[in-house]
């Protein structure tokens, strides 16, 4: 269906999209959150992915990792060299770890979310640095929150389930009679549950969000939201891969070590404490019809202290495993605070040039985000049997009184317009600049010896998309596009991961490489079918880092921007209601993953680290009666490896099998104020590795079951 109608020509006004026909299905909503992209998703020429609120209900999901399970193409890794202390993922191909946005406004800090706050995650596919900044190589994922309205809502809910899980959660939205236009709304979870088929690992959190709306209904509208969160954990390092060098010829050489999936080979003092704080005011305000304005403010604070134990053989250069065969956790330490300020400030315009209708956004965007890791030593622990772990104490590892700091300033103007030139064809053109200011300083000013360094420099950086969308018939618009983005060098993901006795400077040739670029080409179909309420899309895309890092050939710099890693593919992926009783949400991805331009032979042909080839997850409920409705979900993920190898004879690469995991649920309306919900998790109790890294590797989790109550009042 065209997102913007034909209006007659003495009004040079772009309307809001008016969706006909059916009531909308509750697994596909029909527009993005962003005023800059307002058209219908039908008529957006890339791929998009939208989680609906009613599907994460169903699927009673409780983290971010649950919820992008259901977009194929997305990957998730065991941390880079340190177990993960947050969400770190991939998609197609690259790492989103810092692409990941909340209403539009990057989300900074690493820590693991709760969608307890969030209505909706919205995935775009393909490099986006034009909509949303640095990074974007792979795509960005966008949380929307759950904003006061003015339709009254009283939610709690409760669940009960295995391995000791407990929540509670609460959804309680106020209109404010005495206020026209105002309503307030609160948001509150706590959650504590072991994780399934793992030993002493505990994931503990508490969350509260509220926010206060004025003018809900009026040309202007203003926000106030602010979100805390707390979590207390004992984390999960996963299982050591077998991939000593030494171990080439034992037969599980370049997998994980033959060893229980519940095996836990951390310690009673690993831990994690992380609080995470979120402020936001939000104004927007419509002049007339045709111009509009919009301004975010956001302040964000995130604080991540933790001990992880990566495990690990000891020794190290063993040949085989025995039952006498000895592993040890390695310590791996981080204290890190991340405070980010960001300012972004939108402004649209409506107008006709002649017959041609424009939907014009132009806007700013500055912010401020510091980084701070203080630094202690990583230390082996006590060390335990491989086949028999025991949980044990490791002594406190002192702090050695050395910080890192990475300051990131950026500044940015960008330009997009929707140009309708006839009610079958649409071009969609962006351009961003970012001026991006990289600072690293390392503070020697402890007791251990570490190099005193500060290092400055400045991108300025273009990025653009295009797109061409055609719509032979209202329900069907066949797309091509365009996009690139920009990843500044600076060595910024060692300065933020590294949490130990990281005493080696930050290279200044590596630190003043250019950005890495990327561009990305596809071309795809969206059809809205059934009458509107099911949203069939597929695509072939293409996706080129064609400046990537890799070592200097003699005579050249350690590194140099001449590495080339492509990745090309295949999408379907269907979202709605089949029919009146059945709601789907599907999809399957093939990529194709190649590093074709290296300095050092051994990349050459080599897919990249942690992306299958296949990947399908389907969901879908079918309403059995008034009060009962059934439905389940799949989810297929192909091989992945852990490693690009560079060495000939240094750690063996990591191969870890495909897999299948199966889910179901079952609802019940008790009454009109009470409904019950029954999720039971990987029904076939599946061993299988959910995030993957060179070091280890994290199963994911068996089976489980979660009963939950939803009363309304």
Not at 284 to 297: A, G, K, M, T
Not at 607 to 626: C, I, K, M
């Amino acid at each position: 269906m065209p997102a913007l109608a034909e209006q007659p020509a003495t009004v040079p006004v772009l309307p809001e999209v008016v969706i006909q026909g059916a009531a909308p299905a509750p697994y596909k909503p029909e527009v993005l959150s962003s005023p800059k992209r307002p058209q219908a998703i039908q008529d957006i020429p890339q791929t998009i992915q939208v989680l609906s609120e009613e599907l994460m209900d169903d699927q009673g999901t409780r983290t971010l990792r649950d919820a992008l399970r259901n977009v194929t193409g997305i990957s998730f890794q065991a941390g880079e060299g340190n177990p993960p202390s947050g969400d770190q993922l991939k998609i197609r191909g690259f790492s989103a770890r810092d692409d990941i946005l909340v209403d539009g406004v990057r989300d900074a800090g690493v820590f693991f979310r709760d969608p307890f706050n969030t209505e909706r995650i919205e995935v775009s596919k393909g490099p986006a640095s034009a909509f949303a900044g640095r990074g974007s190589t792979g795509g960005t994922i966008n949380q929307v929150s759950k904003l006061p309205t003015l339709k009254q809502k009283r939610e709690i809910e409760a669940g009960l389930g295995t391995d000791s899980l407990f929540r509670v959660a609460a959804d309680i939205n106020q209109p404010l009679e005495s206020l026209n236009g105002a309503a307030f709304r609160l948001n509150l979870m706590s959650h504590q549950a072991d994780q399934p088929g793992r030993d002493h690992v505990e994931n503990r959190r508490f969350g509260i969000a509220p926010s206060l709306s004025f003018g809900l209904g009026t040309p202007t509208r203003i926000n106030l939201s602010y979100l805390y969160t707390r979590q207390d954990n004992r984390p999960d390092s996963g299982l050591p891969n077998a991939r000593n060098f030494s171990l080439r010829n034992s037969g599980y050489g370049g997998g994980v070590a033959p060893v229980r999936y519940s095996n836990y080979y951390g310690h009673s003092t690993d831990y994690q404490d992380l609080e995470a704080h979120q402020a936001s005011f939000r104004i927007e305000h419509d002049f007339n019809d045709r111009v509009s304005v919009r301004n975010q403010l956001r302040y964000g604070y995130t604080h991540n202290d933790a001990i992880f134990s990566s495990p690990r053989f000891s020794p190290g250069n063993i040949t085989t495993i025995t039952p006498s065969t000895l592993a040890v956790g390695n310590q791996k330490p981080r204290d890190q605070t991340t405070d980010i300020l960001i300012n972004q400030t939108d402004l649209t315009f409506r107008f006709q040039t002649g017959s041609i209708r424009h939907h014009l956004v132009t806007g700013l965007e500055v912010s401020r985000e510091d980084n701070e890791n203080r630094r202690r030593l990583d230390a082996n622990g006590p060390v335990t049997h491989l086949l028999d772990p025991q949980l044990r104490a490791a002594a406190r590892i002192p702090y050695n009184g050395t910080r890192a700091q990475l300051d990131l300033d950026t500044t940015a103007l960008y330009l997009s317009d929707i140009i309708t030139l006839t009610p079958q064809w649409d071009i969609n053109a962006g351009v961003r600049w970012d001026r991006v200011k990289t600072t690293v300083r390392a503070l020697n000013d402890g007791t251990v010896p570490a190099y005193s360094q500060h290092l400055s420099r400045t991108d300025r950086e273009m990025s653009g998309n295009l797109g061409v969308v055609y719509r032979p018939v209202p329900a069907l618009s066949l797309y091509a596009g365009y996009g690139s983005a920009f990843d500044p060098s600076g060595r910024a993901d060692i300065v933020q991961l590294a949490g130990g006795n990281n005493t080696l400077p930050v290279t200044p040739e590596a630190f003043n490489l250019k950005p890495e670029r990327t561009r990305s080409y596809e071309v795809g179909a969206k059809w809205n079918a059934l009458d509107d309420a099911l949203l069939i899309q597929t695509a072939l895309f293409r996706t080129e880092k064609f400046n990537g890092r890799t070592p200097g050939l003699p005579g050249e710099p350690p590194v140099v921007l001449q590495g080339v890693q492509e990745v090309q593919g295949f999408e379907l992926s269907a979202s709605g209601r089949v029919t009146n009783r059945l709601n789907l949400f599907a999809g399957y991805t093939l990529q194709d993953s190649e590093v074709t331009k290296s300095n050092n032979p051994l990349e050459l042909g080599q897919t990249l680290d942690n992306t299958p080839r296949h990947s399908f997850s389907g969901w879908a409920t079918y309403q059995l009666t008034e009060a009962l409705s059934v439905g389940g979900g799949a989810q297929y993920v192909d091989t992945r490896k852990a490693i690009i190898r560079s060495s000939a004879t240094g750690d063996l690469v990591t191969t870890v099998d495909d897999y299948w995991v199966f889910d179901a649920v079952a609802l019940y309306q008790v009454s009109k104020d009470l409904k019950l919900r029954l999720n039971v998790y990987n029904l076939l109790d599946k061993k299988y590795i959910f995030e993957l890294s060179s070091g280890q590797s994290i199963p994911g989790a068996a089976r489980s079951a979660v009963l939950t109550a939803i009363y309304a009042f």
